[in-house]
């Protein structure tokens, strides 16, 4: 289970987060919250799901769009999300998320929460294997 | 020293931020014992000319005597700071406007902030 650290009145709190089942043809919709002062921009917000690993995050998935952030005289907090599609270029298992704000050189990078999104096998194409009489009566 | 008509204040923000409108009223009192014209006027001084001029929703008013008069006008900061000039008139008996009264007040230009991220945090994930 993930687990993610946020601003509060009394300071940051952890919140949990749950695992989430996905599968081909699904979206998986991904909510960020992300800090900002100065003027009006705007970034791309992009979001993956792929493996943490010590070279990085290697990527399978990702979805991104670009957010119009307000001009913020002092440090405001924001949310916007972003929208994944399942695919079938991801294989069944256990995969990891991130975000970040920015495009080759970002902005801002979220921590990545670990084994939160479980894709499951694509379930077959509908197939009938055999047929048998098991009872017969007079109705 | 104002014969008549008396600029008793411009007010006007501190600062403003490039292109943005910018309001200012400026009050004139009538100093005269009875009701008279009084004319607003204003320019922005900058080091362009001629000195760009300042919009007033009512550049003349008939004012009583002893009685302060606000008038409202409006202009776009330029990329520099700037010096308002207001000026007042009074509407004379020879029917005409004579020139009165001169003040002045600066507007810096506010110092904008580049855009900035600080941090970014997935709060929620569900399917669709």
């Known amino acids: ?39 009006a921009d705007g970034q791309p917000l992009y979001a993956a799901i792929g493996n943490e690993g010590w070279a990085g ?67 077959p194409e509908s197939e009938f294997g055999e047929i048998s009489i098991t009872d017969y009566a007079k109705v | ?5 008396d600029i008793v204040e411009i007010v006007a923000p501190g600062d403003a931020a490039v292109g943005s409108r910018v309001d200012i009223t400026v009050r004139i009192k009538n100093k005269y014992s009875s009701t008279i014209g009084i004319m607003v006027g204003g320019a922005l001084e900058y080091g362009v000319s001629p000195w760009p001029g300042i919009s007033f929703s009512e550049s003349s008013a008939n004012v009583t005597g002893g009685a302060t008069h606000s008038f409202s006008g409006y202009f776009n900061m330029p990329d520099k700071r700037i010096t308002i000039h207001a000026y007042s008139y ?24 580049e855009s900035e991220f600080g941090s970014i945090a997935i709060i929620s994930y569900q399917r669709r």
């Open chain 1, 1 to 39: 289970m993930g687990a993610v650290y946020l601003p509060s009145q009394f300071g940051f709190v952890l919140v949990p987060l749950a695992n989430v089942q996905v599968k081909p043809g699904d979206k998986l919709r991904i909510t960020c919250q992300y800090s900002h002062i100065g003027q």
């Open chain 1, 57 to 123: 995050f290697d990527e399978v998935l990702h979805g991104s769009k670009t957010i119009n952030v307000p001009e913020d005289a002092t440090w405001n907090y924001h949310e916007e999300y972003v929208d994944i599609a399942i695919t079938t270029a991801i294989s069944a298992g256990f995969y990891d998320l991130y975000a970040k704000i920015g495009g080759t050189f970002p902005k801002v990078i979220s921590p990545s929460l670990l084994d939160v999104v479980e894709v499951l096998a694509e379930i």
């Open chain 2, 1 to 5: 020293m104002a014969q008549y008509a």
């Open chain 2, 90 to 113: 009074y509407y004379g008996s020879d029917g005409s406007w004579h020139f009165d009264d001169e003040m002045t007040r600066t507007v810096d230009l506010a110092e904008e902030i």
